[in-house]
């Protein structure tokens, strides 16, 4: 696997191209491929999560007590 992203590297280098290894989202990649040098920069994934949203709108909602049923 390192011959071949060391190749792609060098290929891309000749042909005057930038090489993206996008998608790193574990520390061994990422330490892994930082052997090869380059530089690091960070991007921000959006991930759609209905789930969160939904407990978030429930935390945030809290309807008025009537205080009748408690008594």
Known sequence: MSLLIWSAMKRAHELGL???LDG???S???RFLSGFGGRIKIRLAVKRSAGLLNVYRGLK???KQ????FT
């Open 24 to 26: 790193v989202y574990t």
């Open 28 to 30: 061994g990649t990422a």
């Open 61 to 63: 909602f809290k309807p």
């Open 66 to 69: 009537d205080h009748e049923f």
């Open 18 to 20: 930038k090489f993206d």
